[in-house]
């Protein structure tokens, strides 16, 4: 069991707007720790496409965007396209193990 | 352009020992947290530790720890990650990672190292 909690699954139709919660405790995302996502196609490693809650990396597309409330965090994905089909990570900084942790992983299809 | 470039895929017995390693270009690595991801096959992402090269701070996973070993040698830019005795539960991929800060997230990632542990 992961310290971040995310939906094993999600999906949506080409177009459609979709997101994926990261939920956490006071001790990570509750203690102010920022959130940050990461995309993971198939076969490839892992790309940073939110850091510090709500922020883009340059060359990421505005379709990308986070938030952050309590202790959650969400990511939201509109204008679905085929190539966002990928599994989506979810990470932050917990004092009480003194180091970083990810979440479990959503695999989002795109009907 | 910043590159982390990790070492090739291993196979290995049971028993053995093995180190990896991750060389980073295009940045100053004493400026740089690394780290360490953990992926076993079909599963999600699980970060391991992490090790500053400019004076070798070095944190672990408590489910890591005493597990691994995470150096690094500034000299030539390269981090490691090792075991002195390997299982066959160590079978995955592992990525290098670098960290913009201790609490910050991973903004380069190496290519992967997959290693196998086979009898």
Redesign the interface.
């Known amino acids: 069991q992961s310290v971040l909690t995310q939906p094993p699954s999600v999906s949506g139709a080409p177009g459609q707007r979709v997101t994926i919660s990261c939920t956490g405790s006071s001790s990570n995302i509750g203690a102010g720790y920022d959130v940050h996502w990461y995309q993971q196609l198939p076969r490839t490693a892992p790309k940073l496409i939110i850091y510090g809650n709500s922020n883009r990396p340059s060359g990421v597309p505005d379709r990308f965007s986070g938030s952050k409330s309590g202790t959650s965090a969400s990511l939201a994905i509109t204008g679905l396209q085929a190539e966002d089909e990928a599994d989506y990570y979810c990470q932050s900084y917990d004092s009480s193990l003194s180091g970083s942790v990810f979440g479990g992983g959503t695999k989002l299809t795109v009907l | 352009e910043v590159q982390l470039v990790q070492s090739g895929a291993e196979v290995k017995k049971p028993g053995e020992s093995l180190k990896i390693s991750c060389k980073g270009s295009g940045y100053s690595l004493t400026n740089y947290w690394i780290?360490w991801?953990r992926q076993m096959p079909g599963k999600?992402?699980?970060?391991m530790?992490?090790i500053h090269p400019g004076d070798s701070d070095t944190?672990?996973?408590?489910s890591f720890q005493g597990q691994v070993t995470i150096s690094v040698d500034k000299s030539i830019s390269t981090a490691y990650l090792q075991w002195s005795s390997l299982k066959a539960s160590d079978t995955a991929m592992y990525?290098c990672a670098r960290?913009?800060g201790?609490?910050?997230?991973?903004?380069y990632?190496?290519?992967?190292t997959l290693v196998t542990v086979s009898s």
């Open positions: 780290g991801v999600g992402l699980e970060w530790g992490i944190r672990y996973s408590p990525y960290h913009a201790m609490y910050d997230s991973i903004d990632w190496g290519q992967g």
